[in-house]
């Protein structure tokens, strides 16, 4: 019997050992190593994939060039109908690269996805899944109302009878649902291990860059919210997607944290309804919510999510605690940072709120780190604690800092033209801003402050 070489991966990193330690040093995390099977001797895996070729030892050594030999012309990406996905992969897809797209269960990578698959026509698109069966598949695309004949469904799990199929069909766009559900007969470990992630990633990387296919992978997370698998996942992909949202809220939002062919800034917005994703061209018309009367406790911040300016709700309740120590609840929002704007409130504006409860939600079940939100939150916290509702013509972008004072942020000009164009007419933002830009092109009132009793006592009087 051939003798079987064994290694240890971390769990975690996927870092390698070549015996069982307790704490990985790389990671820091402890009991994450396992043994793996890394290669058998009587296994040589060659060329997996021979799309075009005929024998891996045909192949020529590459040799060194000067850089200004090279020749090179701008590739035609390929447009979707997917006016969101274009944005976020950079202006298309580009061929030959590989994208790793991953969420919580159940968020919608899968229909993303398969909406996409079915909407590419005029090109012939090969989905691999290894988690559904084709009648299951074959639900969801009657579901999303997209029938072509250029999308082909494949459910298999063994990377060599995947290629032996793209060696017949040949097609121009491959997704794959999901890279742990692979698995190699090159490495005799179980599918989803760090060691098979490694090698199924490492075959589909070698056959897009040869065939100038674009693959799409489907990646788990962990339950801290990482990408499942070895971190060199996502060092070998060329684009890094994350599909955000709460799965009981019907908005997703598309980011990318890395991407060699655009910008990282760029973000969609998607719609979950009961015929698939749909796009969502300007999200602040949905993220502000139509009300006929006036409450306190709301206030619209002008936020950024990548390059793209928003105007969204923050609302807040603040009531007397009835059970001791108040509570401070947030939702969309950094609890820390909320406990820090409650006490600048105290100390510099002289509002008693350390005996109030205090809770605070950002509308549409987004998740908001930008401190530009700073201003709205102390709005919409001072309106539901002096029960005096903000105009709903009137919106906010500033920083607020430990000394009350109401600091600039960056552009500016976007946010204003934003709220100008949903129609507000007064919007509120720090002095410093104010320097140097010219307001006569705008029609909305822009009020500069550079204290937050400025700001309220203009608000409340």
């Not at 070549?18 to 060659?46: D, F, H, M």
């Not at 799309?51 to 590739?75: F, H, L, R």
């Not at 649902?177 to 490495?187: G, W």
């Not at 807040?316 to 605690?321: D, E």
């Amino acid at each position: 019997m051939a003798k079987i070489k064994t290694s240890y991966f971390c769990q975690n990193c996927g870092a390698q050992s070549a015996k069982w330690i307790g704490k990985c040093p790389a990671c820091g995390e402890w009991n994450t190593y396992v043994e793996e099977v890394v290669q058998r001797e009587e296994l040589t895996p060659s060329s997996v994939w021979k799309v075009g070729n005929t024998s891996s030892s045909a192949q020529v050594a590459n040799k060194p060039k000067p850089i200004a030999d090279i020749s090179y012309q701008e590739q035609q990406r390929i447009q979707t109908v997917d006016q969101e996905l274009n944005r976020v992969l950079g202006g298309g897809i580009v061929p030959g690269s590989m994208v790793l797209i991953g969420g919580e269960p159940g968020i919608g990578k899968s229909t993303l996805m398969l909406q996409i698959a079915l909407s590419l026509t005029g090109l012939r698109v090969l989905y691999v899944s290894g988690e559904e069966s084709e009648h299951q598949i074959k639900m969801r695309a009657e579901r999303l109302n997209a029938q072509t004949s250029d999308c082909f469904i494949l459910t298999e799990t063994g990377t060599q009878n995947i290629f032996k199929q793209i060696e017949q069909l040949r097609p121009q766009v491959l997704i794959i649902d999901s890279i742990q559900t692979l698995h190699s007969s090159f490495i005799e470990a179980g599918a989803g291990s760090v060691s098979q992630v490694r090698e199924c990633t490492a075959e589909l990387l070698k056959f897009a860059k040869e065939s100038g296919t674009p693959v799409f992978l489907i990646g788990h997370i962990t339950k801290e919210g990482n990408l499942a698998g070895p971190k060199i996942l996502e060092h070998m992909v060329d684009t890094v997607l994350t599909f955000e949202g709460d799965r009981h809220m019907t908005y997703r939002i598309l980011r990318t944290s890395k991407n060699r062919f655009g910008s990282t800034s760029e973000l969609g917005i998607y719609e979950m309804l009961g015929t698939g994703l749909r796009e969502v061209s300007n999200p602040s018309e949905i993220l502000i919510s139509q009300r006929e009367d006036a409450f306190s406790g709301i206030a619209i911040g002008a936020t950024l999510e990548g390059n793209r300016p928003l105007l969204i709700e923050v609302q807040s309740l603040v009531t007397p605690a009835t059970y001791g120590t108040p509570q401070r609840t947030s939702t969309g929002f950094d609890g820390k940072r909320l406990n820090m704007l409650l006490a600048v409130l105290e100390k510099r504006g002289g509002y008693r709120l350390g005996t109030q409860d205090v809770f605070l939600n950002i509308a549409g079940g987004l998740k908001v780190e930008d401190p530009a939100l700073d201003l709205a939150v102390c709005a919409s916290i001072l309106s539901s604690f002096e029960d005096i509702a903000i105009p709903s013509t009137s919106c906010f972008a500033a920083e607020v800092g430990l000394g009350g004072e109401v600091r600039a942020v960056n552009r500016i000009e976007n946010r204003i033209t934003e709220a100008e164009k949903l129609g507000f007419r007064d919007i509120y933002i720090s002095k410093y801003n104010k320097k140097g830009m010219d307001l006569s092109k705008f029609s909305i009132n822009v009020h500069a402050f550079g204290r937050l009793e400025e700001v309220f006592a203009s608000l409340f009087g």
